[in-house]
């Protein structure tokens, strides 16, 4: 499976981005697909997940009530609405794909990243 992240920018304190994250073939209806971001320095850590193997989508406490995950099957797309930016949500963000039954914390498939760069 290929995926391919884009949407990041430039963005003031409390503003919003919309990231989007392109996958091939039946994608999401096939895997699990999530949200990462790696800051300067950092480890890359998960931001969100959705599969259809569970109820509802997953977060990371750091962004929730901020950001929503949503997918398309029809455009075999995945989306990351993020609202009220913060300057520590500055990062690098991928999107991963899961294997049927396996965690969307830990893809088995990665795309590129797309750099989000919050001013404060």
């Known amino acids: 499976v290929q995926l391919q992240a884009s949407g990041g920018g430039l963005v003031q304190a409390g503003g919003s981005l919309r990231l989007s994250c392109a996958a091939s073939?039946?994608?999401?209806?096939?895997?699990?697909m999530g949200w990462f971001r790696q800051a300067t320095g950092k480890e890359r850590e998960f931001v969100a997940g959705?599969?259809?193997?569970?109820?509802?989508?997953l977060y990371a406490e750091s962004v929730r009530g901020r950001f929503t995950i949503s997918g398309e099957s029809a455009k075999n797309a995945v989306f990351l609405q993020m609202n009220s930016l913060k300057p520590e949500d500055t990062a690098v963000y991928y999107c991963?794909?899961?294997?049927?039954?396996?965690?969307?914390?830990?893809?088995?498939?990665w795309g590129s990243g797309t750099l989000v760069t919050v001013s404060s």
């Open positions: 073939g039946r994608t999401f209806s096939r895997y699990g």
């Open positions: 991963g794909a899961s294997n049927a039954g396996e965690p969307v914390t830990r893809p088995n498939y």
């Open positions: 959705i599969s259809r193997t569970i109820s509802s989508p």
